[in-house]
RNA sequence: GUGGGUGUAGCUCAGCUGGUUAGAGCGCCAGGUUGUGGCCCUGGAGGCCGCGGGUUCGAAUCCCGUCACUCACCCCA
């Protein structure tokens, strides 16, 4: 054995960071959460609509806002072998809009409401509550000016959230105006925080500057008596807005969902107009509390190029809802297990699991009773001399015990077999492992027999 | 991009101020007589103690570096 000979170590493959794989055993939350929103939308007239992960560049640069910290420093963005730039979206709605401009689909369906469920991309540092690839369920609504849209888009969020098993959320409003509206307050607030610059932390001094509705957001400690003597955007709405918030809340109080107003939400993205909200959690999410975002974008479908078509919409992301959700139990796998003893028997059993699955029944054939040709191939727990045997014993060659704990461990309700004894009876033993009762059924009687006990 | 924390078995973690063959629980495998799961009992497999260097007679343990993960800032779902 030379000292010298070991394989060059390499570095395993993994995820990339950021990224995480949903595995078996934690699909079926998902699952749970995907069905919810298929059925819970359709209630309120949502359709789904899939658009592509990703788009030209230039869509998320003017649809999101070229100062935005997403577009500014957090899409993937890479070159296509034609020169073009592509980008992995980053968030849902400017897909969506540019699928409504491109198709014209408000001029087919004047009532345009839709859902869409898919990963996003962000490159930010991953955190709590934060990957560089999440998923995000997204609702859309288009072509309605009126109030109630934004009460019914906040109220449809809120108690989606509520049906997932959600509690201790807080819903927070605020109106952001009309661009003017928003424009003219930007103004009035970079005049008052220059005057108090000095008491402002570095990144409030810059936001000041580059978009000083941000400030508002600020959470360092030393700038809130500053941020809470400032100008309220509340006082420098138009008066379509203000009466248009003050209804959107009547609504919401009428249809008896809590909300809190606050003039600081501000939201990142530069397409929102008048009412902005976000549903946050109390606890359970570290610092990200934030489970549902999203508002009013009356201007944005026209400044992609499409038809003066105003919108609202919200985005939830989903592991951060995953998080709050309680837990989901594993869904057994596994109707009837057929455990074929004899070889003459594994004929018979294949063609019953053909019979089962056509008749809707989950069968999971056990191969137990496979032999390999090699005389005594080495049996499960044998030591094996070959370096990489972490992978498990094969399950051919298995004990019948070991064959009833593998139906256990699938959650089978039924496990039937097949032996000597019963190939001579022409009947399966059926065994409920509910109940540990065991019975004879006849071979042709197997589904009819499972099925009137599933 | 900037800080803090943590890297030991598939998972969750012990391992005190350096001292023999590195441990537990869970999980996995096998047994507890013939063909019967869960519960219990017994046994077993599985670790370059993240990686590289240094100090030392001796390092999972101390020091430096590096990488990874994680939490937080920024920002957002």
Same mark, same amino acid.
């Given at each position: 054995?030379?000292?010298?000979?070991?394989?060059?170590?390499?570095?395993?493959?993994?995820?990339?960071?950021?990224?995480?794989?949903?595995?078996?055993?934690?699909?079926?939350?998902?699952?749970?959460?995907?069905?919810?929103?298929?059925?819970?939308?359709?209630?309120?007239?949502?359709?789904?609509?899939?658009?592509?992960?990703?788009?030209?560049?230039?869509?998320?640069?003017?649809?999101?806002?070229?100062?935005?910290?997403?577009?500014?420093?957090?899409?993937?963005?890479?070159?296509?072998?034609?020169?073009?730039?592509?980008?992995?979206?980053?968030?849902?709605?400017?897909?969506?809009?540019?699928?409504?401009?491109?198709?014209?689909?408000?001029?087919?369906?004047?009532?345009?409401?839709?859902?869409?469920?898919?990963?996003?991309?962000?490159?930010?540092?991953?955190?709590?509550?934060?990957?560089?690839?999440?998923?995000?369920?997204?609702?859309?609504?288009?072509?309605?000016?009126?109030?109630?849209?934004?009460?019914?888009?906040?109220?449809?969020?809120?108690?989606?959230?509520?049906?997932?098993?959600?509690?201790?959320?807080?819903?927070?409003?605020?109106?952001?105006?009309?661009?003017?509206?928003?424009?003219?307050?930007?103004?009035?607030?970079?005049?008052?925080?220059?005057?108090?610059?000095?008491?402002?932390?570095?990144?409030?001094?810059?936001?000041?500057?580059?978009?000083?509705?941000?400030?508002?957001?600020?959470?360092?400690?030393?700038?809130?008596?500053?941020?809470?003597?400032?100008?309220?955007?509340?006082?420098?709405?138009?008066?379509?807005?203000?009466?248009?918030?003050?209804?959107?809340?009547?609504?919401?109080?009428?249809?008896?969902?809590?909300?809190?107003?606050?003039?600081?939400?501000?939201?990142?993205?530069?397409?929102?107009?008048?009412?902005?909200?976000?549903?946050?959690?109390?606890?359970?999410?570290?610092?990200?509390?934030?489970?549902?975002?999203?508002?009013?974008?009356?201007?944005?479908?026209?400044?992609?190029?499409?038809?003066?078509?105003?919108?609202?919409?919200?985005?939830?992301?989903?592991?951060?809802?995953?998080?709050?959700?309680? %837990? #989901?139990?594993? &869904?057994? *796998?596994?109707?009837?297990?057929? @455990?074929? +003893? !004899?070889?003459?028997? /594994?004929?018979?059993?294949?063609?019953?699991?053909?019979?089962?699955?056509?008749?809707?029944?989950?069968?999971?054939?056990?191969?137990?009773?496979?032999?390999?040709?090699?005389?005594?191939?080495?049996?499960?727990?044998?030591?094996?001399?070959?370096?990489?045997?972490?992978? %498990? #014993?094969?399950? &051919?060659? *298995?004990?019948?015990?070991?064959? @009833?704990? +593998? !139906?256990?461990?699938? /959650?089978?309700?039924?496990?039937?077999?097949?032996?000597?004894?019963?190939?001579?009876?022409?009947?399966?033993?059926?065994?409920?492992?509910?109940?540990?009762?065991?019975?004879?059924?006849?071979?042709?009687?197997?589904?009819?027999?499972?099925?009137?006990?599933?």
């Amino acid at each position: 054995m030379s000292e010298g000979s070991k394989p060059p170590k390499r570095q395993a493959l993994k995820a990339i960071k950021g990224t995480h794989d949903i595995l078996p055993g934690e699909t079926a939350a998902w699952h749970r959460v995907e069905g919810l929103a298929r059925e819970h939308f359709a209630r309120y007239g949502y359709r789904e609509i899939r658009t592509p992960v990703f788009e030209e560049t230039e869509l998320f640069a003017r649809g999101i806002g070229e100062d935005t910290d997403v577009v500014s420093k957090e899409m993937y963005t890479f070159g296509d072998r034609d020169g073009g730039s592509l980008t992995l979206r980053p968030e849902a709605t400017a897909g969506i809009v540019r699928s409504v401009i491109e198709h014209n689909l408000s001029n087919v369906d004047p009532l345009l409401r839709v859902w869409a469920m898919g990963p996003m991309f962000r490159r930010e540092r991953p955190q709590k509550g934060r990957q560089r690839q999440f998923h995000q369920v997204d609702v859309e609504a288009f072509g309605v000016t009126a109030p109630g849209i934004d009460a019914e888009i906040v109220e449809m969020g809120f108690a989606f959230l509520e049906r997932c098993g959600l509690s201790g959320l807080e819903l927070i409003l605020n109106s952001v105006g009309d661009a003017e509206d928003r424009q003219r307050y930007a103004g009035v607030l970079r005049e008052a925080l220059r005057v108090q610059a000095s008491a402002l932390c570095a990144d409030c001094q810059r936001r000041t500057e580059t978009n000083p509705l941000r400030v508002l957001d600020c959470k360092v400690p030393s700038c809130q008596p500053v941020i809470e003597a400032l100008p309220k955007i509340a006082d420098h709405l138009g008066a379509d807005a203000r009466d248009h918030f003050a209804e959107v809340c009547r609504q919401l109080t009428l249809l008896g969902i809590p909300y809190r107003t606050s003039h600081r939400l501000v939201r990142g993205l530069d397409y929102y107009t008048r009412t902005t909200f976000e549903i946050v959690a109390t606890e359970g999410l570290g610092s990200q509390s934030t489970v549902l975002g999203g508002g009013r974008y009356d201007g944005l479908v026209r400044d992609l190029g499409g038809p003066d078509l105003c919108g609202i919409g919200f985005a939830l992301g989903v592991e951060r809802l995953l998080l709050l959700a309680p %837990p #989901a139990g594993d &869904e057994p *796998r596994c109707d009837v297990f057929l @455990m074929p +003893l !004899a070889a003459a028997a /594994g004929d018979p059993a294949l063609m019953a699991q053909k019979l089962l699955r056509n008749a809707g029944v989950r069968a999971v054939l056990d191969h137990g009773f496979w032999r390999r040709r090699e005389v005594g191939a080495s049996p499960a727990g044998a030591p094996s001399d070959s370096a990489a045997s972490s992978a %498990p #014993a094969p399950v &051919e060659g *298995r004990s019948f015990k070991s064959r @009833m704990k +593998l !139906a256990d461990k699938l /959650g089978a309700r039924f496990v039937a077999i097949l032996g000597d004894d019963e190939l001579a009876q022409g009947a399966w033993s059926v065994r409920d492992m509910k109940t540990s009762s065991q019975e004879p059924v006849p071979l042709p009687a197997l589904v009819e027999h499972v099925k009137g006990r599933l």
